[in-house]
């Protein structure tokens, strides 16, 4: 088993940065990709980003393209979400997500899930 723990979630203003954590523990060993996903209340959960624990390749949602940075550092076993000129839009529940399949955007390619931390953005 896979437990993955979010965390930096928080209240902020448009135009505003928030960095999420996410940290990975237990069988880690066979995982590829990490992924973010967000859901909005009343909406379906949606890709963000993902991004290769070998690698370090990085994939982004047209929508979050040049505002977002995917990042990792193995040794910690944890992955980290920059976002940068947040926009009332990003507002949503944001999960850490991780498979052992190559960059999968798709919330079914993904075996394991974080609880979520909540991301507001205030216009």
């Known amino acids: 088993q896979v437990q993955l723990v979010e965390s930096g979630g928080g209240l902020v203003q448009a135009g505003g940065s928030l960095r999420l954590s996410c940290a990975a523990s237990g069988r880690t060993f066979n995982l590829y990709t990490m992924g973010w996903f967000r859901q909005a209340p009343g909406k379906e959960r949606e890709f963000v980003c993902a991004i290769s624990w070998s690698t370090g390749s990085t994939y982004y949602a047209d929508s979050v393209k040049g505002r977002f940075t995917m990042s990792r550092n193995n040794a910690k076993n944890t992955v980290y979400l920059q976002m940068n000129s947040l926009k009332p839009e990003d507002t949503a529940t944001y999960y850490c997500?991780?498979?052992?399949?190559?960059?999968?955007?798709?919330?079914?390619?993904?075996?394991?899930w974080g609880q979520g931390t909540q991301v507001t953005v205030s216009s």
């Open positions: 997500a991780a498979t052992s399949r190559p960059i999968a955007t798709q919330p079914s390619d993904y075996d394991y």
